[in-house]
């Protein structure tokens, strides 16, 4: 579905990212971890385009990405989380969830509303309709952002370390919603700190330092057989 | 000796007028000076260097001379090069530009406070930037910006006063033909004053209104 060749990516003069390799199939689970600064998350965001690829070719779907056209099928078609929820402050949950079906994708206002109220009963928000993000925690926020994010009804989901900014009495909430989505067959690509959900639910865990790609495997593989040091390292520095 | 504001009733039609002139001008001058500001930020912020630079070398320009001066250049230095503006067109495009240079920067930051983790979740559900400058980061600068672009209203509302020297009989002119005819400068003065604190007031409580309306989401 997603593939990258050989993308090279830099902030000003620093290079973030090297010759990164990648193919995403749909139907996959992937989990990206690394320690901060590895560059996973820019990787993340090369996906649905939110950063330039400065060097290589990314194709979705076979066809080559360039252009206004590819990038707006692209985020048409990929959901994305973000760490901090970015959810819109001046309108309410359900007008977050219903705004890019009815602006982007020209739903009709009812039918926008009535899979919006469907997405938030999933979420567990049936009763924070109405509520401003403001009026709701963390944990809540995050949920409502992957409602939203389901409204356009996306092939795949990207996650960017969707529990990092919550208080750990909310992880949970969060992670219960993503799993209930994988198991749903939901296609995903998740960067996150934590190993738990990888171990349950990915099919593929990605490894990355400095940059590079260093593992990519089954769970198993990675997680508990790596193959590189650097792995090793990082792996039970966050076990511990 | 005392005040004696009883003088003044003969005068109370002309105050109106001048009121009205002086409503006139502001008003017209706010709406141009808005549509300014908003082109100026966007070109401010725009890729586009050359758009960047004329408007950049405008807010200097503008902000950085007095009123009086860019009035008087309006009115009475542009007509050697042979055009000729009257007094009210004059007033006006001046009032506007310099208005509009102030607001350029109040729209401009406040279009920048908006954070940036909004821009990108527009753009990750596939808005277009306009629809995303519409929909998302247009009202929450709105909100941002009204506060400081009610400061820079209310200024333009007392600038408005200089527009006297153009021969314009607004509201401080008017009061200035009653004294010639009554001697009577501190009643004048103080009710100018005054019914320029009753314009102000009005464009403060509607902004008041406005934000208090905006501020649903906190």
């Known amino acids: 579905m997603i593939e990258m060749r050989h993308v090279n990516k830099y902030f000003g003069k620093k290079q973030v990212l090297y010759d990164i390799n990648l193919q995403i199939e749909k139907g996959e689970r992937t989990v990206i971890i690394g320690p901060s600064g590895s560059g996973k998350s820019t990787l993340l965001r090369c996906m649905n385009l939110l950063e330039a690829i400065e060097e290589g070719e990314m194709y979705y779907k076979q066809d080559l990405v360039q252009g206004k056209e590819s990038k707006k099928r692209i985020r048409q078609e990929l959901g994305m989380v973000f760490q901090r929820f970015n959810l819109f402050p001046h309108l309410t949950a359900i007008e977050n969830v219903m705004e890019a079906p009815i602006w982007v994708k020209k739903k009709n206002k009812e039918t926008a509303k009535r899979k919006a109220e469907e997405l938030l009963t999933t979420v567990g928000l049936s009763e924070r309709f109405d509520f401003y993000p403001s009026n709701l925690s963390g944990g809540q926020q995050q949920r409502v952002a992957i409602a939203r994010a389901l409204a356009m009804e996306p092939e795949l989901m990207l996650f960017d370390e969707p529990t990092s900014a919550l208080d750990p009495e909310l992880v949970g909430e969060v992670l219960n919603v993503m799993t209930h989505l994988a198991k749903n067959g939901m296609s995903m690509v998740v960067v996150t700190h934590e190993m738990g959900f990888a171990n349950e639910v990915a099919d593929r865990v990605i490894f990355m330092d400095q940059g590079r790609i260093v593992e990519d495997g089954t769970p198993e593989q990675v997680l508990r057989n790596p193959q590189h040091e650097r792995t090793n390292t990082f792996l039970s520095r966050i076990l511990a | ?218």
């Open chain 2, 1 to 218: 000796m005392g005040l004696d504001f009883s003088v003044l009733t003969p005068f109370i039609p002309a105050l109106v007028e001048g009121a009205w002139m002086t409503i006139q001008i502001s008003f017209l001058s706010l709406v141009i000076g808005l549509v300014l500001a908003i082109l100026g930020a966007f070109s401010k912020l725009s890729p586009i260097f050359i758009l960047r630079k004329i408007t950049e070398f405008y807010v200097w320009v503008f902000r950085g001379t007095p009123l009086l001066v860019q009035l008087f250049i309006i009115y009475f230095g542009i007509p050697q090069l042979g055009v000729q503006f009257t007094p009210f067109q004059a007033a006006v495009l001046g009032l506007s530009l310099n208005t509009g240079a102030y607001a350029t920067e109040i729209v401009r930051s406040a279009l920048q406070a908006v954070d940036k983790g909004q821009y990108e979740a527009a753009a990750a559900l596939g808005m277009s930037k306009p629809l995303a400058m519409y929909r998302i980061i247009g009202p929450q600068a709105l909100k941002i910006l009204v506060p400081a672009m009610v400061n820079q209203f209310v200024m333009t509302v007392k600038n408005s006063s200089m527009v006297s020297l153009l021969t314009i009989t607004e509201l401080f002119r008017t009061g200035e033909s009653i004294i010639t005819s009554t001697f009577h400068s501190l009643e004048v003065y103080l009710i100018i004053a005054a019914i320029y604190l009753v314009i102000t007031s009005v464009l403060m409580f509607i902004a008041s209104r406005l934000e208090k309306g905006m501020r649903v989401y906190d």
